[in-house]
Structure formats: C-alpha cells, structure tokens
C-alpha cells in the first residue's frame, strides 16, 4: 500500500462530490429534468474513473482495484456520447427524449469485450506481457481510439453550442446564463483531451517525460470538472428551449403578399413604438408572433427579410434607443447605468454592454461623458 498524497486527497475530494451532486441534481424539481438524467450519469462516470484511479494507487497490487482501474477505460467510451446526449436534451425543445443510436456505443461494447478478455490473466501475469511489450499495440490502439472518439463528440457538442446560440438570436431578445457555464464545460473537457493527447505524443512518439504535462495533472483536472458542474447546475433554472433548425429556412415570403407585409410591419412598428412591449425582459419571438397574430415562422421571415435583423438585435435595438433616451433626459444623473438599461428592458449588464455597441459603437460610460461634454 502506498502513502495517502496530496493527489489522492483531491481525487477522493472529486469521488465524494460527483456522488454528491449526482443524487442532488435528480433533487430538484422541474430544473431540465430529463438532461439533468444524464448529467447524474456523467458525474458517475466521472466519479468511477476517480475511484479506479484511486483504489489503484493507494492499493497497487490489490485484483480488484486492478480490475477496476482496467474498467475505467471502457467508461471512457460512453463519456463522448452521454456528453452530446446532455447538450442536446438541455438545450433544444421538441428533442427532450432525444437518445443516441446504439452505434455510438459500440466502441464502449468492445473495451468493455477486451476488459473481459484481460479476466484470463493475472495480475502478475499481465505485468510480464506489459513490460514484454506484447501489450503496446492493443494499447496504442485503445488510447487513439479514446482520443478520436471524444475529440469527434467534443467537436459535436461545440456545433451545438453554435447552433443554439444562432438559434436564440432567432428566438430570444436576451442571452440565457447557461451559454457561460456549457462553454466553461465545453473548454474544460478540451483542456483534458489536449493533455491526454500531449502525454500520448510524449510516450509513444517522443519517448520523453515533460514534467510539467503527467498523469496527475489529468486526474486534478476531473475533479475540476465535477466542481464546475457542481457550482452552475445546481443554481441554473430551467432555460428556454431553442428549436433545433435541421434544414435551411426557406426564403420564400413565407405565404404573406406586399399588402400583408406593409401591414404587419406597420402594426410591429406601432407595438414596439407605442406598447413597448420590448420592456420585457424575457420578450421571446414566440411572444411577438402571438401579439402580431402570426406564425414564428411568418415572424422571423418578416424580421430576418424585411427589417434585415434577428429578433435579437431586433428587439434591442429599441431597448439601446430607450436607454439613449433616458440619458438625455438626464435620468443618470440620479440613477446607475445599470438601473437603467434595465428600466430599458435588458435583463443583464453584459447583454446590454455588447447590444449597446453593435448599435451605438462606443460603450455607455463612454457616451454618457460624451454627452456631458456636449
């Protein structure tokens, strides 16, 4: 038995929460119910990887510790897929019962056939055919196939980062809280692939040791990943949905002759000018469809053809005009900025910063000196 290190403290640490959060996440009511069933078993896996690791350093000769660490590899193959299989229930509607084809998991099915074949030798024996090299080439070829099959996933689960956040531009006048948190998930998990594929390179190309890139670096980095987890999905509320667009929009006039267009972008204007509807914080394309009497299909067609905008900018452009507005009047003599870009209808500070220099080209403290000066 080896001595309990500072790196078995914060595996054990890591083991301990994802467990933890694995049970608290299925805890909470009506938060991205069916994705947050997939995050439980990502956080599992994450924690039987640990507790391979674990119980093979601190009990080196032990069978069993043995075993599991030999098993951690197959879970290695399920990480990819349950990964995108999050992403895409957690972020697109009508795709909440979405499963993956069974050949995702296949590369799964054979580790876990070639885990049963190492049952036919013994610990000691296994060492000899390791260090005999007899063993170099099954292993070569599960550690690229680990790589390819988790970079191909991670790569995956990037398009749809993408996608939804195209997607909300279409749908939504403000930016959801969870594109921070699946980026920081998203870049985490490259963080680990990348230090995964510099240790190949240094061991079975350049036959060298950086000291700087080793083993526990990787296994410090998953317990990171648990905490991450842990610190955004137990506070996310449930999100809006994007749809999921497979196929290209048409470009057509959506079913709407000259006569149709002239009015529903009369009334549109007289809604944003009059009713200022775009003060609502959580203003969707949905919601304006519905008060123009209008499909979301109609709508988006009317904003992205005739008006040259998303529903995003769409909508915040009259939000960065009421703010502009209100500077005017001197109203941020005796409010903040922030108080009131929000009285202007945007739900956060970074939102309201990058929509007010798309359309203004400077940044609000800026112009508000620039106004003072004039």
């Known amino acids: 038995m080896q001595t309990f290190r500072g790196i078995d403290f914060i595996v054990f640490l890591g083991i301990s929460q994802g467990v933890f959060l694995a049970i608290a996440i299925q805890m909470i009511q009506n938060r991205n119910r069916l994705a947050n069933r997939i995050l439980s078993w990502i956080l599992i896996i994450a924690a039987i990887m640990l507790t391979g690791r674990f119980f093979f350093t601190i009990l080196e000769r032990e069978i069993a510790s043995f075993r599991l660490a030999l098993f951690v590899d197959v879970l290695v193959f399920i990480f990819g897929p349950l990964l995108y299989l999050y992403f895409r229930r957690l972020l697109f509607n009508k795709q909440a019962l979405y499963t993956l084809h069974y050949v995702n998991f296949v590369p799964a099915l054979l580790m876990f056939l070639y885990h049963i074949w190492t049952y036919q030798y013994s610990y000691y024996e296994f060492l ?27 790569f995956r689960c990037f398009q749809l980062l993408r996608a939804y956040i195209k997607a909300e531009k279409k749908n939504l006048s403000y930016t959801q809280d969870v594109r921070k948190y699946l980026t920081i998930f998203l870049w985490v998990f490259a963080v680990f692939l990348s230090l995964w594929i510099v240790g190949f390179i240094q061991y079975y190309v350049l036959d060298t040791y950086l000291s700087f890139v080793n083993y526990n670096i990787i296994w410090i980095l998953i317990p990171t990943f648990i905490y991450i987890v842990g610190f955004y ?3 996310q509320p449930d999100i809006f949905r994007m749809p999921l667009q497979i196929k290209p929009q048409s470009k057509s006039h959506e079913g709407l002759d000259l006569k149709q267009i002239q009015d529903l972008s009369q009334k549109l204007e007289e809604i944003m000018v009059r009713q200022k509807i775009y003060l609502d914080h959580q203003l969707t394309l949905v919601d304006l ?7 979301t299909n109609k709508m988006s067609w009317l904003l992205n053809n005739i008006h040259k905008m998303s529903f995003y900018d769409y909508v915040n452009k009259y939000r960065v005009e009421a703010f502009i507005e209100k500077i005017h009047n001197g109203e941020h003599r005796h409010h903040t900025l922030l108080a009131l870009s929000i009285d202007s209808g945007f739900n956060s500070k970074s939102t309201f910063n990058r929509a007010f220099k798309m359309f203004v080209n400077d940044t609000p403290r800026e112009y508000v000196k620039k106004t003072e000066v004039l």
């Open 289 to 295: 469809a519905k008060t123009l009497e209008i499909s």
């Open 233 to 235: 999905s137990l506070k």
């Open 128 to 154: 000899v055919m390791y260090h005999e090299g007899r063993l170099k080439l099954p292993f070569l070829i599960i550690e690229i196939s680990g790589i390819v099959f988790n970079l191909y996933f991670l």
